[in-house]
């Protein structure tokens, strides 16, 4: 069969589905993979996701099991007012569809329809796998366009992009492995503004470039005319409303000789443009919420009230998506006195046992790092004084191949995992204070494998000490026991002395 990819006004009416089979729709977001089942009583399912015009998506439909005679799946897209925008069969040598890089046409909700090659009639079924991205945005009508070299391709942006606001300064770094960092700014036509690459290093020879939203260059600068290592391109006025990109390199770029540390800011007297910032919503320290955010929404904030002498320990951590989180913590007066960027992972950030420098009420802001990613995270700030510590004796279950209990009693979030051989993991059968939620006197981690289930060989089991819920900065003491078909095997106790930290000890099994 071959690709079958064209605009349409409608379905085709041989394509056109039944009317009988009910038309039951699932949310889809950008970033999420989504799983189905196509036989011939449902040989259609449908999937919707808010979309605004100009974003680029990718979407991939695969078969759960590729193997002949297997489904052959059919994709089709349909636009706000429920016309076909796409149909799609097979792409390349494959017999599942996908789209690649389609341009949405307006704002408003779409619908995928996944199929299969001749919808009622055909005779294809199983169960398939349907992934949709946002790859990239085309710049909005009446942006702005440079006359200069065009630094990205149509509609794209970089990796790793950043938020720029006026007069508050970033830091970055650059290496040869990672020679440029590009940022993103809202203005206005007439802002007077100047930009300056300070280099924190000597070494660090910087190089600004100025683009507007679709990235043709605007403007650029080396070094200063007093022959300061600065890059400043200074008092230059906007032509327009809209986004506007700023590429912070190096001189000679990859090929530069130069590293080091940089700030970069912004400086003008205009007042700031805040695109995409959500209305802020209280916040309950010990309580975790749920959030998302897109290019669409680039930040949310919270509030929430807080004493002097207090310590704030406030995580995020992406649940879905590619979403690449930052923190900041602002106090009642507006003073920025904490941020945070990538932790352990590009997907987590943290601030930990932040001192609170007064009482009153505290803005924390959640911001996309990279814009060029989306997703959804949970939240969790921590404003309580440390929990008792009691001790507790581990008793085995029997009939068991493998078990492993973890046994503390602070208020912090520890994880327990048993990894066997390929990465096989055992099965969680009880967890505690997961993102410091239901805190308890007595938490329990249990992870077990069934008998019949372990297969001989090392296991590793590793205890990772995620959140100091009380914010108190003390240890975590311990207790570990494993066992065997209902034998202890080992009891082992420990500390774990900072978030972050992790203990890991193996068993072997015959």
């Known amino acids: 069969m071959l690709l079958a990819l064209a605009l349409l006004a409608g379905l085709n009416p ?12 699932r949310p889809i977001r950008y970033g999420e993979t989504v799983t189905g089942t196509l036989d011939d009583e449902r040989y259609e399912e449908r999937w919707t996701f808010n979309g605004r015009r100009g974003e680029l998506i990718r979407v991939v439909m695969a078969r759960a099991v590729d193997a002949p005679g297997g489904l052959d799946g059919y994709l089709l897209l349909l636009g706000p007012d429920g016309g076909a925008l796409l149909e799609v069969d097979d792409a390349g040598p ?8 389609f341009e949405l046409p307006a704002d408003g909700a779409y619908t995928l329809v996944a199929t299969r090659f001749g919808f009622a009639n055909g005779y294809s079924a199983g169960e398939y796998s349907l992934t949709l991205e ?54 206005r036509a007439g802002d007077e503004i100047t930009l300056r690459m300070a280099a924190g ?14 990235g043709y260059e605007l403007a650029r600068a080396d070094d200063t005319p007093d022959g300061a290592p600065d890059a400043v391109i200074a008092g230059f006025s906007l032509p327009a409303d809209g986004s506007y990109l700023v590429r912070a390199t190096r001189y000679g770029f990859e090929h530069g000789p130069s590293t080091g540390g940089y700030t970069l800011t912004i400086e003008t007297n205009a007042a700031p443009v805040e695109a995409g910032v959500a209305v ?23 509030t929430f009230s807080g004493r002097a002498g207090e ?101 912090a979030d ?45 296991y590793a089991i590793a205890i990772q000490h995620r959140l100091d819920c009380a914010g108190g900065g003390e240890p975590v003491r311990f207790v570990l026991g494993v066992a065997s078909g209902g034998a202890v095997v080992d009891v082992i106790d420990g500390v774990l002395a900072r978030e972050g930290d992790v203990y890991t000890t193996y068993l072997a099994l015959p």
């Open 14 to 25: 041989h394509n056109a589905p039944a009317a009988g089979q009910q038309q039951e729709t």
């Open 94 to 101: 494959s017999v599942m569809p996908s789209i690649e890089e």
């Open 134 to 187: 946002q790859v990239g945005v085309s710049p909005p009508g009446g942006a702005v366009t440079g006359g200069g070299v065009r630094w990205l391709a149509p509609g794209t942006l970089p990796p790793r992009l950043r938020w720029l606001a006026y007069n508050e300064a970033v830091s970055g770094a650059l290496s040869d492995d990672d020679s440029e960092d590009w940022f993103i700014f809202q203005g």
């Open 201 to 214: 290093e000597r070494a660090l020879d910087p190089f600004l470039i100025l683009t507007d939203g679709a």
């Open 280 to 302: 802020p919503e209280p916040l309950t320290p010990g309580v975790a919420v749920n959030g998302a955010l897109d290019l669409e929404t680039v930040a949310r904030r919270y």
């Open 311 to 411: 310590r704030a320990t406030i995580v995020v951590a992406r649940t879905t998506g590619t979403l690449d989180p930052a923190l900041a913590l602002r106090a009642p007066d507006g003073t920025l006195i904490a941020t945070s960027r990538a932790w352990i992972d590009p997907g987590e950030a943290r601030i930990s046992r932040v001192e609170l420098p007064a009482g009153g009420v505290y803005t924390l802001e959640v911001a996309l790092d990279d814009l060029s990613a989306a997703g959804a995270y949970r939240l969790v700030a921590i404003v309580a004084p440390p929990a008792a510590a009691p001790t507790r004796a581990f008793v085995p279950a029997p009939g068991l191949d493998l078990e492993a209990v973890l046994l503390w009693a602070s208020a």
């Open 414 to 458: 520890l994880d327990l995992s048993v990894t066997g051989l390929a990465g096989a993991v055992g099965t969680h059968e009880a967890r505690a204070h997961d993102f410091c939620a239901d805190l308890r006197a007595a938490p329990v981690e249990r992870v077990t494998w069934a008998a019949g289930t372990a297969a001989p060989g090392l």
